[in-house]
């Protein structure tokens, strides 16, 4: 399994930038993928998880300003992410899981990319 994320950069406050990720390699077709960011001195936040059936969560902290969507055709999973601010620079990774199990626990994971927003 391979999964390869695109999109990452720098932004002042207030910009947007959408983060990709291309899923290759996998089987079955219950899954749970999402983004997971982690900044220097701060543990590792899940940010956003979609599952198969299509629901989606966020973490308080970018609800209303991040949105997680999959394009099934192509196997890749988007971030959008508006109205960033200096406290959303990390470095954000792809992550997924296409075993089934509950709760969602991460096993495939990317190579990350990382995200600066300046003031």
């Known amino acids: 399994v391979q999964l390869v994320e695109s999109g990452g950069g720098s932004v002042q406050a207030g910009g947007s930038l959408r983060l990709s990720c291309a899923a290759s390699g996998y089987t079955g077709t219950t899954y749970c993928m999402g983004w997971v960011r982690q900044a220097p001195g701060k543990e590792r936040e899940r940010v956003a998880t979609?599952?198969?059936?299509?629901?989606?969560s966020y973490a308080d902290s970018v609800k209303g300003r991040f949105t997680i969507s999959k394009d099934n055709a192509k196997n890749t999973l988007h971030l959008q992410m508006n109205n960033l601010q200096p406290e959303d620079t990390a470095m954000y990774y792809c992550?997924?899981?296409?075993?089934?199990?509950?709760?969602?626990?991460?096993?495939?994971w990317g190579q990350g990319t990382q995200v600066t927003v300046s003031s």
């Open positions: 992550a997924a899981d296409w075993s089934g199990s509950w709760p969602c626990e991460y096993i495939y």
């Open positions: 979609i599952y198969n059936d299509g629901s989606t």
